[in-house]
C-alpha cells in the first residue's frame, strides 16, 4: 500500500475509534474515549455531542445526573470522564500530578496545614450543601482568612479534586458545582494498579487507535516503563492487538480494521467535520504528521500560548479554525483556512452542513455564512 494511501486509512480508522460524526449516549462516548480534554467546559461538551449526536443539554443532563463529572484527571488540567472510572484515574496520575505541582504550592504558600484546614471547611461546607460553586468555595476561602488570589484558589481546588476530595459534577442556572466524589459516586470502579495500566490503555486505544506507545504515554502523562506495562498486560490478555509493527501502531482488539469498501472511502474522502477547541483528534497524539503540516500547527496554537482553537477537519487532515458567530438571528460560523481560497465548492457546502449541526446541537437557529 502507498504511504499517502496508508496515511488515509490510519486518519480513515482514528475517526472512527473517536466515532466523529456518530450517534451514541454521552455516557458511551466516554466509556469509549475514556477522557476529553475539557478545562473549557463548552467545547468538551460539543467534543462529546459531535461523538454522539445529542444535543448540548443532553451532555449537560449526563453530568446532572452523576454519569459523567470533570476533574484533573491527567496533565494537570480538566478532563471529562465516566464517573464510576475517576478513583482508579487518579490512583494512576494524581501522584504525579501533586508532585509536579509541589514547587507552586510552596511559591503559594500552600502547606499541609494549610490544606488539612481548607479541606475540613469544605467538608463543613458539603454537609450543609450538597454541592458549592467556585465563587462560593473563593467566598469561603475570604471567610476563613485564607487568601483565593494569584492562583492560591485555584490551586486548592484542584489539589483536592487530584486528591478524590471532589470533582465538578451537577450544573445550576449555567454554572457547573464541585461535589464530594464519594457521596456522588456511589459505585467506583477499584482496580489494581496493573490491571488499572491494562485499562488505561485499553481505553484509550479504542477511542484513539491506531496509535503507539509514545501516544499513550504524552497523552496521559504517565511514565513510558508504566505505559509500556499496561500495554503488555493488555496485549497479553487479548484487549489490543498490533495494527502495524513497523510504526509501532496498536488499536484494540474489538475495532473495525477490515480494508475499506470504496463507499467508505468515498464517504471518508467527503468527510468535513468542525471540531471543537482542545478536541482529542487533535491533542490525543504525540506525533501529529498524519493530520496537520508542521507549518500549520501555530495558527490551532497561536503565539504557542496553549489555547487550542476550533479546527477544521476533511478527510481526517486538519486543513483550519473555525471561529463561532452569533446574532439575534442565530448561530453561524466562520471557516478559517489555512490556505485562502483552498475551500471548494463542495467542501463549503459540507461545512455549512456541519454548522448546521453545531448549532442544532447547542438548540439555536442556523444562520449560514454568506
Same mark, same amino acid.
Given at each position: 500500500?502507498?504511504?499517502?494511501?496508508?496515511?488515509?486509512?490510519?486518519?480513515?480508522?482514528?475517526?472512527?475509534?473517536?466515532?466523529?460524526?456518530?450517534?451514541?449516549?454521552?455516557?458511551?462516548?466516554?466509556?469509549?474515549?475514556?477522557?476529553?480534554?475539557?478545562?473549557?467546559?463548552?467545547?468538551?461538551?460539543?467534543?462529546? =455531542?459531535?461523538?454522539?449526536?445529542?444535543?448540548?443539554?443532553?451532555?449537560?443532563?449526563?453530568?446532572?445526573?452523576?454519569?459523567?463529572?470533570?476533574?484533573?484527571?491527567?496533565?494537570?488540567t480538566l478532563f471529562a470522564v465516566?464517573?464510576?472510572?475517576?478513583?482508579?484515574?487518579?490512583?494512576?496520575?494524581?501522584?504525579?500530578?501533586?508532585?509536579?505541582?509541589?514547587?507552586?504550592?510552596?511559591?503559594?504558600?500552600?502547606?499541609?496545614?494549610?490544606?488539612?484546614?481548607?479541606?475540613?471547611?469544605?467538608?463543613?461546607?458539603?454537609?450543609?450543601?450538597?454541592?458549592?460553586?467556585?465563587?462560593?468555595?473563593?467566598?469561603?476561602?475570604?471567610?476563613?482568612?485564607?487568601?483565593?488570589?494569584?492562583?492560591?484558589?485555584?490551586?486548592?481546588?484542584?489539589?483536592?479534586?487530584?486528591?478524590?476530595?471532589?470533582?465538578?459534577?451537577?450544573?445550576?442556572?449555567?454554572?457547573?458545582?464541585?461535589? &464530594?466524589?464519594?457521596?456522588?459516586?456511589?459505585?467506583?470502579?477499584?482496580?489494581e494498579r496493573e490491571e488499572a495500566?491494562?485499562?488505561?490503555?485499553?481505553?484509550?486505544?479504542? =477511542?484513539?487507535? &491506531?496509535?503507539?506507545?509514545?501516544?499513550?504515554?504524552?497523552?496521559?502523562?504517565?511514565?513510558?516503563?508504566?505505559?509500556?506495562?499496561?500495554?503488555?498486560?493488555?496485549?497479553?490478555?487479548?484487549?489490543?492487538?498490533?495494527?502495524?509493527?513497523?510504526?509501532?501502531?496498536?488499536?484494540?482488539?474489538?475495532?473495525?480494521?477490515?480494508?475499506?469498501?470504496?463507499?467508505?472511502?468515498?464517504?471518508?474522502?467527503?468527510?468535513?467535520?468542525?471540531?471543537?477547541?482542545?478536541?482529542?483528534?487533535?491533542?490525543?497524539?504525540?506525533?501529529?504528521?498524519?493530520?496537520?503540516?508542521?507549518?500549520?500547527?501555530?495558527?490551532?496554537?497561536?503565539?504557542?500560548? =496553549?489555547?487550542?482553537?476550533?479546527?477544521?477537519?476533511?478527510? =481526517?487532515?486538519?486543513?483550519?479554525?473555525?471561529?463561532?458567530?452569533?446574532?439575534?438571528?442565530?448561530?453561524?460560523?466562520?471557516?478559517?483556512?489555512?490556505?485562502?481560497?483552498?475551500?471548494?465548492?463542495?467542501?463549503?457546502?459540507?461545512?455549512?452542513?456541519?454548522?448546521?449541526?453545531?448549532?442544532?446541537?447547542?438548540?439555536?437557529?442556523?444562520?449560514?455564512?454568506q
Amino acid at each position: 500500500m502507498a504511504a499517502d494511501s496508508q496515511q488515509r486509512e490510519l486518519l480513515r480508522l482514528r475517526l472512527g475509534a473517536h466515532g466523529i460524526g456518530g450517534t451514541d449516549t454521552p455516557l458511551g462516548v466516554l466509556e469509549r474515549m475514556l477522557a476529553v480534554q475539557a478545562q473549557d467546559f463548552a467545547a468538551a461538551r460539543w467534543g462529546v =455531542g459531535i461523538r454522539s449526536g445529542v444535543t448540548d443539554a443532553a451532555v449537560i443532563a449526563a453530568f446532572d445526573s452523576g454519569d459523567l463529572v470533570r476533574a484533573w484527571t491527567m496533565r494537570g488540567t480538566l478532563f471529562a470522564v465516566p464517573a464510576a472510572d475517576l478513583g482508579w484515574m487518579l490512583s494512576l496520575t494524581g501522584p504525579r500530578m501533586l508532585a509536579q505541582a509541589a514547587t507552586r504550592r510552596v511559591q503559594l504558600g500552600i502547606d499541609d496545614a494549610l490544606l488539612d484546614r481548607v479541606r475540613s471547611v469544605f467538608a463543613d461546607a458539603l454537609d450543609a450543601a450538597d454541592d458549592v460553586s467556585r465563587e462560593e468555595v473563593m467566598a469561603l476561602l475570604v471567610e476563613n482568612d485564607v487568601d483565593p488570589t494569584g492562583q492560591r484558589g485555584y490551586h486548592l481546588i484542584a489539589h483536592l479534586a487530584q486528591t478524590g476530595f471532589w470533582c465538578w459534577g451537577p450544573v445550576r442556572d449555567g454554572v457547573q458545582r464541585l461535589v &464530594p466524589s464519594g457521596r456522588w459516586i456511589p459505585e467506583p470502579r477499584s482496580l489494581e494498579r496493573e490491571e488499572a495500566l491494562a485499562e488505561f490503555v485499553t481505553r484509550y486505544l479504542r =477511542g484513539h487507535g &491506531p496509535a503507539t506507545v509514545r501516544d499513550f504515554a504524552g497523552w496521559s502523562k504517565l511514565t513510558l516503563t508504566d505505559s509500556r506495562l499496561g500495554l503488555e498486560v493488555a496485549r497479553s490478555d487479548g484487549r489490543i492487538a498490533s495494527y502495524d509493527d513497523d510504526a509501532g501502531l496498536w488499536v484494540s482488539s474489538d475495532a473495525e480494521i477490515t480494508a475499506a469498501t470504496d463507499a467508505e472511502k468515498r464517504a471518508f474522502a467527503a468527510s468535513v467535520h468542525l471540531l471543537p477547541g482542545f478536541d482529542e483528534y487533535f491533542l490525543g497524539y504525540t506525533d501529529r504528521r498524519a493530520f496537520i503540516d508542521a507549518e500549520n500547527e501555530d495558527a490551532v496554537v497561536p503565539g504557542g500560548n =496553549g489555547v487550542f482553537q476550533p479546527t477544521i477537519v476533511a478527510a =481526517g487532515r486538519v486543513i483550519g479554525t473555525w471561529r463561532r458567530s452569533a446574532t439575534r438571528r442565530g448561530i453561524g460560523v466562520e471557516p478559517r483556512p489555512f490556505v485562502e481560497g483552498s475551500i471548494t465548492a463542495t467542501r463549503s457546502r459540507a461545512i455549512t452542513r456541519a454548522s448546521a449541526a453545531y448549532a442544532d446541537f447547542l438548540g439555536k437557529p442556523h444562520v449560514a455564512a454568506q
